[in-house]
């Protein structure tokens, strides 16, 4: 490589001093960039981003929610990272479980019915009447084709293969023509169930135990009858960026002991907007859970697989973006299992099932026939490739990944638009290749 070269050429100065002299002189320009991008980022405050922020305060969050978090600034210490989601979130309800009636209708959906007790119906007819139509049956529809490699989208391209003794996982990546680029994961955890993972991906309350980016979490709304929630999220980023807001409808389906699990971000009035933290609108995380057989080889379902699809749009450029998920994906995904590990301990110790738990427990029922429907409405077929010949060896990358951090700096700063931060990029890419062929 040309970066070994030089920098053996360096080594064989004949003097520590002259070594050293080189040696700065190569890296100056690189960290000079970084260097500028920070403080650029720590210093640079518009005059209108506290504009209004005392007229923002949780008075405007309707009484049955949880209080507003604190808005970010400056002096506030990032969590340790974790990619995507957390956050220490609000204690769950306790309510007292309501007795269930379900009946299977022509059409294959299970229409559940729920009798209310205590607070636990406090908001299902606003729910009802405004939100439960944001998580519906073409949100199942579109999961299926995701699942079954049949949504018609451009081929994914595998981008990681790692495992542990408790869990495989592999990645894809594809990047349509338009919108973020889209990721899909596939995570099988030896040992577990489908009804435990499901709960414990649901469990907001529990998440802050091992999601370090999670910072704030509370329910908005919830229906008792299919189970769909309404809940606000503000994740932590690095001290360069603003937090981001998430407003999230979810639901879940199942069938047999598969579940599908919806969550998406939609709009939500009774929270408004803030400069800090940035709401992110385009939000996508939906998962399969289903019982497959252990990498023993015995033949027995013991295992059980998450299949992954996600996509937001955060505000940054696309290419930083793909940059930083590429560079953080193993180290976020290798804390998932010691924190379902510990969830699976709490449960089997007998401790009480948390509100969130128990909403995740609260499904529409439907059929392996219904869902077969789903699947073949759509002709397209997608593509599910190896790894591909566009993902460069990271060690060619060094002396780009410095320049790169200065330049992630400087673009989640300066909030001025897509434009302004695609410039940044572009500035910093020159910078990379120079320092290359240094």
Known sequence: MMLVSVLLEILRRPTIGDVLAELMMFMAPLWIAVVVGVLVGWTWKPKWANLGREMLDCSSVPSNSSPAPPAASSSTVAAPSSVSASIPCLNSLKLQLPSCISWIGDDGIDKSLMAPTGDSDRSSSQLKAENSVVVAEDDLEHLCQLVEVKDGGPAWIQMMDRSTPTMSYKAWRRDPDTGPPQYRSSTIFE????????????????????????????????????????????????????????????????????YYCVTKGVPCSSVPRRNKPRRVDLYYSSWCIRAVESKRGDGQLTACEVLLFHHEDMGIPWEIAKLG?????????????????????ERG??????????????????????????????????????????????????????????????????????????????????????????
């Open 349 to 438: 110790s007998g401790a009480a099932l948390s509100r969130y738990a128990f909403m995740a427990q609260i499904n529409t029922k439907v059929s392996a026939d219904y869902l077969r429907s789903l699947e073949s409405t759509s002709n397209d077929s997608s593509e599910v490739e190896t790894f591909g010949s566009s993902e460069k060896p990271m060690g060619r990358n060094i002396p780009k990944l410095l320049v790169v951090g200065g330049a992630i700096a400087l673009a989640c700063s300066l909030d001025r638009g897509l434009l302004t931060k695609a410039v940044i990029f572009g500035v910093a890419r020159s910078f990379a290749r120079i320092g290359r062929r240094l």
């Open 325 to 345: 998920v590429r560079q953080g994906m193993w180290g976020a995904v290798k804390k998932v299992d010691p924190g379902l590990r510990a969830y699976q301990k």
């Open 191 to 258: 040992d577990a169930t489908p009804e435990l993972v499901r709960d414990f991906f649901w469990d907001d309350g529990f998440r802050l135990k091992w999601d370090d980016m999670l910072i704030y979490a509370a329910t908005l709304e919830e229906c008792p009858t299919t189970g769909t929630m309404l809940v606000h999220w503000v994740r932590k980023f690095p001290f360069f960026c603003s937090d981001r807001e998430y407003m999230i409808g979810r639901r879940i389906w199942e069938s047999g002991r598969s």
